[in-house]
Antibody
Framework: EVQLVESGGGLVQPGGSLRLSCAAS????????MNWVRQAPGKGLEWVSY????????YYADSVKGRFTISRDNAKNSLYLQMNSLRAEDTAVYYC???????????WGQGTLVTVSS | QSALTQPASVSGSPGQSITISCTGT?????????VSWYQQHPGKAPKLMIY???NRPSGVPDRFSGSKSGNTASLTISGLQAEDEADYYC???????????FGGGTKLTVL
């Protein structure tokens, strides 16, 4: 059974940093592209970032470019999102999602809440 | 404002059929057959219901179907059931720098 478990969320002040993690199990992590998708309270889904299976190709949404960094450790079956210079509008539940190609997200974690507030 | 346009809400009675539209441009929905649909119940993670316009993942009932015409994709749910009440989101690959765009979501109410 595919499992994705996010962690690392919490309350952070504007301008602060946070590192999210996503632990994957039940599939060959190194063979799959991965993404971060977020959802602000009461709002819709917003794609945040993509990383290829090897980590060689990375994309970011314009809203986070230059502030967030996606990475992965295939030896540890883990996906990461380093978030710097956080803003109030970054407040959201952050999901990691397995991508089988063509931006098809077959599996999602339960999400981790990030709250940016003073 | 979301890149893909969906109606904010739709409703139907049990047993009826409903259709949710998802309108984009030739740079996303109209240009590629990479449209997906996700179902999200309150407090839960999204669930993939349709991918590549009209394909259903294993385990998704055949009451759910997808189609596309021009720049508009559609999700149809036939034989509505109470458990279908949820938010539905479309997504599409896009040739812009953002890689993928989502619709704003549609709240389905089963009356």
């Amino acid at each position: 059974e595919v499992q994705l478990v996010e962690s690392g969320g919490g309350l952070v002040q504007p301008g602060g940093s946070l590192r999210l993690s996503c632990a994957a199990s039940g599939f060959t992590f190194s063979s799959y592209e991965m993404n971060w998708v977020r959802q602000a309270p009461g709002k819709g889904l917003e794609w945040v970032s993509y990383i290829s299976s090897s980590g060689s190709t990375i994309y970011y949404a314009d809203s986070v470019k230059g502030r967030f960094t996606i990475s992965r450790d295939n030896a540890k079956n883990s996906l990461y999102l380093q978030m710097n210079s956080l803003r109030a509008e970054d407040t959201a539940v952050y999901y990691c999602a397995r991508d089988i190609g063509q931006v098809v997200y077959t599996d999602w974690g339960q999400g981790t809440l990030v709250t940016v507030s003073s | 404002q979301s890149a893909l346009t969906q109606p904010a809400s739709v409703s139907g009675s049990p047993g009826q059929s409903i259709t949710i539209s998802c309108t984009g441009t030739s740079s996303d929905v109209g240009g590629y057959n990479y449209v997906s649909w996700y179902q999200q119940h309150p407090g839960k993670a999204p669930k993939l219901m349709i991918y590549e316009v009209s394909n259903r993942p294993s385990g998704v009932p055949d009451r759910f179907s997808g189609s596309k015409s021009g720049n508009t994709a559609s999700l149809t749910i036939s034989g509505l059931q109470a458990e279908d009440e949820a938010d539905y989101y479309c997504s599409s690959y896009t040739s812009s720098s953002t890689l993928v765009v989502f619709g704003g979501g549609t709240k389905l109410t089963v009356l």
